[in-house]
């Protein structure tokens, strides 16, 4: 089952919902992407939510608080959230936040080097 | 250090959210004329972004008002940027700078802004008055 709105790409397959992140995301674009994402999040329960950035052109800050904000509201449903692909500028964003240090989250591919990963079969 | 100016530019519009991308956008217009290095442009846009966000969410609590944005280019290549406003102002600018200090209540502001301005710029100076607004200026100088 797939879902697109301009902001997210989502898909539903088993227990994984896989939210691509679509353009910039900034404090503007947070949250209709916010929204669109709890909707999903609350509706489907998954297993495992995939917050793909690979689409992702640019992001400041306010895509930090979004995304500790889901990662936040998918742990208090019991959903592990992985980060995936994120381009070496949004990286470096991530990296500034300590984000990347979050024993919970799992941060996958992408560009540059690859700072931790488990090894996760979705 | 006098600098020669090459170049300015003033930038006069709401402080809405919409106008995020505007202002990264025209900032990077302008600044292109320096022939930057990508990386550099798009630390510039990320900075721009965070101060004009700064204005839309803190100094006018997404209320509305005026964003003022002078962007002067400099002879050795230095880019200075002014994000100003007439919003509530900052109490305390130290503790307002301080990594993930943030006002906000009920959204999910991470509080890196400043972080990331200072990540991204040479030097950021912030010169508040309550009641009055708040002016953040941003030096950043491009390689050769």
């Known amino acids: 089952m797939a ?26 674009t947070c949250r209709p992407m916010r929204e669109e994402l709890d909707e999903l999040l609350y509706l489907h329960r998954p297993r495992t939510l995939i917050i793909d950035l690979g689409s992702v052109s640019f ?39 300590g984000i990347t240090r979050l024993t919970s989250l799992v941060l996958e591919g992408g560009s540059g080097t690859q700072k931790k990963e488990r090894k996760e079969h979705v | 250090m006098k600098r020669v100016t090459i170049n300015r530019m003033k930038l006069h519009l709401p402080a809405i959210s919409a106008n995020e991308s505007v202002c990264r956008a025209v900032v990077a217009a302008f600044i292109a004329q320096l022939d930057p290095a990508i990386e550099e442009l798009a630390d510039i846009k990320c900075a721009v972004s965070e101060a004009v966000t700064n204005a839309v969410v803190h100094a006018y609590f997404c209320r509305g ?34 990594p993930l200090f943030t006002t906000d209540t009920d959204g999910e502001r991470s509080g890196m802004g400043f972080s990331v301005m200072e990540t991204f710029c040479d030097r950021v100076s ?19």
Do not use: F, W
């Open chain 2, 126 to 144: 912030v010169h508040s008055r309550v009641g009055h607004g708040t002016r953040v200026t941003m030096l950043k100088k491009l390689a050769e």
């Open chain 1, 59 to 97: 992001m400041d800050s306010s895509g930090l608080g979004l995304l500790m904000g889901r990662i936040a509201l998918a742990e208090s449903l019991g959903t592990r959230v992985t980060v995936r692909s994120p381009s070496l500028r949004v990286r470096r964003i991530l990296e500034l936040s």
């Open chain 2, 65 to 98: 008002g005026d964003l003022y944005i002078t962007v002067t280019l400099y002879a050795d290549r230095t880019v200075k940027i002014e994000v100003r406003d007439k919003g509530c102002g900052i109490p305390d600018v130290k503790q307002a700078r301080t």
């Open chain 1, 3 to 28: 879902k697109e709105n301009v902001y997210v790409r989502a898909e539903v397959m088993q227990d994984v919902l896989r939210a691509e992140l679509l353009g910039e995301i900034d404090h503007h």
